[in-house]
């Protein structure tokens, strides 16, 4: 499970079994102009270890595709932009 969060209350959910995951993370912008900077949290299945980097950005490029795009409707331009930004 993987969910992202605005970063003022990690410890809660470190509490409850997530992790933070150390890559930088944009929530697009679903205003049509604002990029949120967010946490990424993941919690793994019992006794499974945190997802590789690359992983991750597999992660995000489907939270923008199915999520950002599909439901909220941020155009696949801008969201392939912002992934671009996550590899590096």
Known sequence: MIW???GRRPGF????????LPQ?????PVDGSTL???QLMFRPSHGASPPDAETVRAMIRAMYAEKYHAMNGIPIEVLSALSERSRR
């Open 4 to 6: 992202e969060i605005d």
């Open 13 to 20: 959910h470190e509490r409850c079994g997530g992790l933070a």
């Open 24 to 28: 930088p993370y944009l929530q697009p």
């Open 36 to 38: 949120l900077p967010m």
